[in-house]
Every structure is written in C-alpha cells, then in structure tokens.
T-cell receptor, first 118, second 113 residues
Framework: DTGVSQDPRHKITKRGQNVTFRCDPI?????LYWYRQTLGQGPEFLTY????????KSRLLSDRFSAERPKGSFSTLEIQRTEQGDSAMYLC????????????????FGSGTQLSVL | DQQVKQNSPSLSVQEGRISILNCDYT??????FLWYKKYPAEGPTFLIS?????DKNEDGRFTVFLNKSAKHLSLHIVPSQPGDSAVYFC????????????FGGGTRVLVKP
C-alpha cells in the first residue's frame, strides 16, 4: 500500500532561483491537492486537480506559482523567482472522488517538501 | 477571514485522562467536519470526521461532537495516551467545492506519562 509520495523532502535554494516539486498520489485517486503550511499555522489550500484538469486556484497562488498534472497521475508544483516568504512546507494530498455515492472521501497527505529560501 | 478557528494553541493532559479539543467555524453551510493529526516532519493523517447531518461520531477512543447552532466542533480523546502527543487540526469542507479542506491553526497536545 503506497501512500502519497513527495520529492524532494527538503529543498534549500537561493532567492531568485526556480524550484520544482513532485507529487505522486495514491494510484487510483483522481483528485490531487496542493497545500502550503508555515510554522504555527494550519495547511492553506493552493490548488486542486480532478484528473488532469486544474479546477481551482487559491488567491495565494501568485503568478510565480504553476502546477500541472499532465496525465492525471503525478503532479508538479513550480515556483519561479523564489522569495524568502515562499519558505514553507508544501503538502500534496489525494483523494478518490466517487460522484454517485454522495460520501465524503477524505484526503490522504504526503510527508511534504520543506522549502527554505535563503 | 478565518473560517475555522482553534483558539487553544496548546493543551497538556495527564495520561489516562480526557483530552478535549475545540474548534469554531463561521459558515453554517459546510458539509463535513474533520480532525487530522500531525507529527513533526510528517503530513497530516486523518483521524475522524462527521457530516453536517449528525451531531456525534465515535471511533474507538476518539469522539467528535458537532453543535451546529453554536458552529462548534470538538474532539474528545479518552483515555489519552503518550502516543497521542501531536498537533491536531480541525478542518471543514464543502462537497460542492471539490471537497477541499479549510484548516484551523492547530492545537498542540502533550500527553504526560
């Protein structure tokens, strides 16, 4: 039983550099979510995909951020021209949406990528 | 605008006693309410949930209570164990909004042996 996998676990970069994170969801899950968490706060929603379609983006997702899920499986989150304020834990989660059940399908989270921008 | 608030940043409890965590929310239209637990350097893990049509859900040592009129959610852990020491987040979801979760700020629980 493989859970949600995120790579890398840690990333240290200099201000102004670009970084890319990868998320591999649980294999049969059709929904994938990105969250950001800073110290002492709860995770904040960034964006989510249903298969390959990006259905919602938070106002937190500035134009320096882009997320893709090209084949409806793994996803990447890229941050261009990183700033010190981007330092955070970036969490990926997945879930299985079953439209006809009417049930809530809980999100399964990965261990996150800790980004430090120097 | 904080839709979900956990007003107690930390809680310390003796092993074997009850831990009570509280959460307040602003929107009466949320469909689901959840609690997640997080250990350091790990992602949040699901603990227990309740739909808006219920007022109580129990799973082993964990019970979630929903008071819709007060827009208040609570989690009871009894008996508390040292392995329960973690940060607990309450979260809310609209089914129509892709089930995405909106989290509170978290409560750090320390269970003393």
């Amino acid at each position: 039983d493989t859970g949600v996998s995120q790579d890398p676990r840690h990333k240290i970069t200099k201000r102004g550099q670009n970084v890319t994170f990868r998320c591999d969801p649980i294999s049969e899950h059709n929904r994938l979510y990105w969250y950001r968490q800073t110290l002492g706060q709860g995770p904040e929603f960034l964006t989510y995909f249903q298969n390959e379609a990006q259905l919602e983006k938070s106002r937190l997702l500035s134009d320096r951020f882009s997320a893709e899920r090209p084949k409806g499986s793994f996803s990447t989150l890229e941050i261009q021209r990183t700033e010190q304020g981007d330092s955070a834990m970036y969490l990926c989660a997945s879930s299985l949406e079953r439209p006809r059940t009417g049930l809530y399908e809980k999100l399964f989270f990965g261990s996150g990528t800790q980004l430090s921008v120097l | 605008d904080q839709q979900v608030k956990q007003n107690s940043p930390s809680l310390s409890v003796q092993e074997g006693r009850i831990s009570i965590l509280n959460c307040d929310y602003t929107n009466s239209m949320f469909d689901y309410f959840l609690w997640y637990k997080k250990y350091p350097a790990e992602g949040p893990t699901f603990l227990i949930s309740i739909s808006s049509i219920k007022d109580k859900n129990e799973d082993g040592r964990f019970t979630v209570f929903l008071n819709k009129s007060a827009k208040h959610l609570s989690l009871h852990i009894v008996p508390s164990q040292p392995g329960d020491s973690a940060v607990y987040f309450c979260a809310v979801a609209f089914k129509a909004a892709g089930n995405k979760l909106t989290f509170g700020g978290g409560t750090r629980v320390l269970v003393k042996p």
